[in-house]
């Protein structure tokens, strides 16, 4: 027994018979702990309990306790895996504590890729190097040497290209921009849906266009992502020099509000830029609404001014042509019990507009002035819940009215919008008041599609509710 104690192989065979299990426990747990937690940690330690602590307790058997030399070709092989390991965990470790897990807008988040991969290369290289030369005893100075005669001839042969990308390395390090950023270059405008250490790949609607990050780094752009929450879209429209500037003002004003792409709680703005011309600054929550914003807003402003009788691009509206109203009061007449006398009276008092697709014909909460008769397209009836999200009630079509609070000087409960472009016919209140007054069964008629309504906008928001 004291002759077993007294050699030196006996201590290393111990310590390897307790320390390996209880080393493989504690880092089993330490893993589950960290997998369960999502940590960027996680990899490192499978690494070191699955190869560097079973390599380790081989080496130290092979060395230690079996006393094997470590110049014989065994030794050396396992010693270069635990070395190659060791490198691999070093480098994960190293990109999981530093940059893997760094907080958002620090210098760690922002280094850019190639940066990382040169800095493993740097480490691959030095680690080879010292396995090399420790473990097989290769002579390695001549080798970096020469590596480094080479990189500097290399690098002067293409010193053009490497400034290149250094400039474009530079642009990624300092991060004007980020993924889904929209920005606009001189050759081009959209989002940025990917960007590495050659070059920066816009979507623009149209494709996708590759921009060298050189490029970028020696041109000015625009990047209207940043500051959050403050883009604009500025929209310039023409009218005749007949229109008075606030009436123009005033109605763009009030199309832009209605936009559903507005940011919530901004205000849009229209001033007079020009003799003609009027801008209006529209903001907007991303600048990925500004086609459909602009689309949409030259689109209403359309139809508004002609509502209003204002002259965009100083055109003349045409289309209440007397043809065309009486062929619109003959498809309402069923609905107001009119005869031809009281048809050729309506039309001294009716007016005939348009309302283009998606645009409010009626907005909950306000007390109409006049009734709206639909002589052509489909208007949806909606409601608002708690959330401010719309429930739909019904759909009106031709011969359908709106605005029948009008007679009671009540607000309207339910807003109205135009599903494809509309026509309708709007007659004044005090005719209305005098039609009824002549025809007591169209009040009884108006009363009861009062009522209706109401039963319908209880029935569509008890059903939301369920």
């Excluded at 990899?43 to 130290?60: C, D, E, F, M």
């Excluded at 030794?75 to 760094?102: E, K, M, P």
């Excluded at 473990?135 to 690098?155: H, K, P, Y």
């Excluded at 990925?288 to 209403?300: I, M």
Aim: aromatic share 8%; with cysteine.
């Amino acid at each position: 027994m004291t002759s077993i104690l007294a050699e030196p192989w006996f201590y290393w065979a111990l310590g390897i018979a307790i320390g390996f299990p209880v080393a493989l426990v504690l880092l089993t747990e330490i893993h589950n702990a960290l997998r369960r937690r999502n940590s960027f940690l996680a990899g490192p330690v499978h690494v070191l309990r699955n190869y560097i602590l079973p390599l380790g307790a081989l080496l130290i058997l092979l060395v230690g306790a079996m006393q094997i030399s470590g110049e014989t070709t065994p030794v050396r092989i396992v010693a270069t895996v635990f070395g190659v390991v060791v490198l691999v965990l070093l480098l994960s470790g190293l990109s999981a504590t530093l940059f893997q897990g760094a907080p958002e807008g620090t210098w760690r988040k922002r280094i850019p890729s190639i940066f990382l991969d040169v800095a493993r290369f740097a480490l691959i290289a030095i680690g080879a190097g010292l396995i090399l030369a420790y473990i097989w005893g290769a002579n390695v100075g001549g080798l970096f040497t020469a590596l480094g005669v080479s990189s500097i001839v290399l690098g002067l042969a293409l010193q053009n290209s490497v400034g290149q990308i250094i400039s474009g390395l530079l642009v990624l390090f300092e991060q004007p921009f980020q993924l889904g950023d929209w920005i606009q270059t001189p050759s081009a405008k959209g989002r940025v849906i990917e960007v590495n250490w050659r070059a920066t790949h816009i979507d623009t609607g149209g494709g996708t266009q590759i921009i060298p990050n050189s490029v970028l780094a020696a041109a000015s752009f625009t990047n209207f992502s940043r500051p959050p929450g403050a883009h604009s879209l500025s929209v310039t429209t023409v009218f005749s020099v007949d229109d008075p500037p606030d009436d123009v003002c005033g109605m763009l004003n009030r199309v832009a509000v209605a936009l559903p792409q507005l940011r919530p709680g901004a205000t849009p703005k229209s001033v007079r830029s020009g003799s003609l011309q009027y801008t209006t600054d529209i903001p907007l929550r991303s600048p990925a609404d500004d086609f459909a914003a602009r689309s949409r807003f030259l689109s209403w402003v359309w139809y508004a001014a002609r509502r209003e009788g204002l002259h965009l691009d100083e055109a003349e509206d045409e289309f209440g042509t007397p043809d065309r109203m009486q062929r619109s009061v003959r498809i309402i007449a069923p609905t107001l019990r009119l005869n031809q006398s009281d048809q050729e009276d309506l039309l001294a008092h009716a007016r005939l507009i348009r309302f283009g697709t998606d645009e409010y014909l009626q907005v909950a909460g306000q007390v109409p002035k006049r009734m709206t008769f639909i002589v052509n397209g489909r208007v949806k009836l909606v409601a608002t819940d708690d959330d401010g999200g719309a429930i739909p009630i019904r759909t009106l079509e031709a011969g359908e009215f709106l605005g029948q609070t009008t007679l009671t000087r009540e607000p309207v409960t339910a807003a109205a919008y135009a599903l494809e472009e509309v026509t309708v016919l709007q007659v004044d209140r005090e005719h209305i008041e005098e039609l009824v007054a002549r025809k007591p069964m169209l009040l009884q008629e108006i009363g009861r599609a009062i009522e209706e309504r109401r039963a319908s906008l209880r029935r569509a928001l008890a059903a939301a509710e369920k």
